[in-house]
């Protein structure tokens, strides 16, 4: 049996009660992702429905999928961090499990690193194109607009990047490694990996 080759893009699937959600993500990477060497990583904190044993039965079966299941440790920017340490891949993605980022621009956000465009590339929904879409509370929204507000302060350089027809995306230079980004978990490039964060909504909402 021919090995896989290694992965070229990590995606980082932070999860809490998502086990519903996990064989579908995988079909929807597996889609979005032809043509990349791709793999998996859900990070489960332990969750009572069973998401982590979800993620092992896939993983059984196929050996771009992976699963940490977390033991008294729990919080989303940690579950990034830990997921991102866990890979060898030069670049890494991470989206939501519960299916409302869009997956399919993916393979764009990796083009935009992948050719020196940017060296965060970040879905949002306040650009261009973008749109706040239906569900989101006020309070989320001011929340939204604030972490918005901080990464514009603390890039040096924004670009617009097409991504896709109804999905915008931002591709900033950061003004050094250890900038963050906005619209993505709290989390810090280590060094030699740049971060690909796929935020953009399912809903023509991106970000």
């Not at 830990?82 to 621009?105: C, K, N, Y």
């Not at 900033?172 to 030699?192: I, Y």
């Amino acid at each position: 049996m021919t090995e896989p080759a290694p992965p070229r893009l990590a995606v980082v699937i932070p999860c809490y009660n998502e086990a519903a959600n996990v064989a579908p993500m995988v079909e929807r990477l597996d889609a979005a992702l032809a043509g990349i060497a791709w793999e998996a990583i859900f990070v489960d904190d332990d969750s009572p429905d069973g998401t982590a044993a979800r993620a092992k039965a896939i993983a059984a079966r196929d050996p771009r999928i992976r699963c940490i299941r977390r033991i008294g440790r729990r919080g989303l920017a940690s579950a990034c961090v830990e997921g991102i340490l866990s890979t060898a891949a030069p670049f890494v993605a991470v989206i939501d499990g519960d299916l409302q980022h869009d997956e399919t621009i993916l393979p764009r956000m990796l083009a935009a690193l992948e050719t020196d465009q940017a060296e965060v590339v970040i879905g949002s929904r306040n650009v261009e194109g973008g749109a706040m879409g239906e569900g989101l509370s006020p309070i989320r929204r001011l929340v939204s607009d604030g972490g918005a507000a901080l990464a514009n302060a603390a890039l040096t350089e924004i670009v617009t990047v097409n991504c896709a027809s109804s999905v915008s995306s931002l591709a900033a230079r950061a003004a050094s490694p250890r900038s963050r980004g906005t619209e993505a978990p709290a989390f810090f490039a280590r060094d030699g990996v740049r971060l690909a964060s796929g935020v953009a909504s399912t809903t023509s909402a991106s970000g």
